[in-house]
């Protein structure tokens, strides 16, 4: 995924289950951290897109749960920007188990360009730099 | 606890942890639960005391958990309000399994009276009538 | 759906975000309550499925976000047993809103029979008589 | 509070409320993530303490919240081990915004040593080594 770099979390006991592993529907929240990571390293900040007016709702997600992450297992969130339109972005996930590599998770979220109100906007049109930003993260990976 | 009447949840897979029993936070989120059917059991909705401009932060909590609970059980919420003042208002819970009214948690929340944008507001005097409805469930049980 | 019939939940501060809205990860958590209620009311209990050393951990996930749920919304989970293999079941689920039927989410969710220790199953054969039952379902919905 | 190191979260979306602010049960999960990362740093992961057959579930909490945690902050989480006993464990948290050192949010769990099904163990005579090294911390902080 060409210059590697991912966010990381530890799992707490927080996000364990009575399976005794991580319950699957902290993946989703793991996917949000990874990618606001790969947003701020790119000088993009999610926190000032929402500062600018804008929101990013997810609107589709698929997930494939590969391995069980256990508690106190320190894991890595590759993110990658994978699609780009005036309209809508998507980004890309692989979570690995950091000891050994391991891949526990794939998956993609989907979000649609909104306004606070949650009206649809062109990202272009309303915010043309940040766009193009945008536009030169496509396929790149933190 | 006078005229009894409890809100009651279901734990879910979600809110179990690696030990086997409900993670120790969701008790708190219960509590929420718990407060907010009191409050629309006696006419007050906590959605409409925001649609007036109020919220109510929590500023406090003592928790004592007595007895585990564990997936799919059913449980009963017992919500009182504990004490009110124009500034604040306490809620105390207690928290059993359904099946054979086993206590499990028991714990209060003390919150204060803000306004949307996070100012402290005397309660009597913004909304007297209110205030008037929350002074008669003092004392009193859901 | 066939005969209708549909879990509820309410939902709650906890589940809400700064958008206002019901956070999105909080959906695979209907979804459980979801598949939950839909076996519990066939009278198949996960909780016995687990008691007989069964566990079906989710796998895959595909979940469409239409509408955005809001605090206090009473929400209903519409659940069907979409797919079933000796190997693998798959739940579908809409989830709309109660007050008006409003689609606020569809998706699925795809789960492999194991054992406690996470070891691959065939169902029909470690269990005929609940492979049957649960053969009775695919199509139907709760 | 002496040698001076704390544990850091983010505040996720997740994490967050429709008043914009982190919501406050998380408060207890950060507490974990605050003597987790105590007892690591000291040579006592929890994880091998639950290894060794001993689980410390908590039995009672005081939450004090000061100021709200929002979006994106960066907080730290200062922890000391607040009273040892051989049935019982006590630590002690204060949640600081790591911009400029506010304090969010002061608390305090109490644990008890229990074995694997729940029954209550003198921690000494078990682990008498595991004991002294949580003496030598009583007191000291992360």
Not at 50 to 61: D, N, Q
Not at 62 to 73: K, M, T, V
């Amino acid at each position: 995924m060409g210059n590697m770099y991912a966010a990381q979390v530890r799992v707490r006991y927080a996000d364990t289950d009575a399976m005794g592993i991580a319950y699957h529907a902290n993946y989703l929240v793991w996917f949000e951290v990874g990618r606001t990571e790969f947003m701020r390293a790119r000088g993009v900040e999610y926190a000032k897109l929402e500062a600018a007016g804008f929101m990013l709702p997810v609107v589709e997600a698929q997930i494939h749960w590969r391995h069980p992450a256990r508690y106190d297992d320190l894991i890595d969130i590759e993110t990658s920007l994978a699609e780009l339109t005036p309209a809508r972005i998507r980004f890309a996930y692989r979570i690995r188990r950091h000891e050994d590599g391991q891949l526990l998770c794939e998956g993609s979220t989907l979000h649609g360009f909104v306004t606070r109100e949650g009206k649809p906007v062109a990202m272009p049109r309303r915010a043309p730099e940040l766009y193009r930003r945008l536009e030169a993260l496509v396929g790149a990976s933190v």
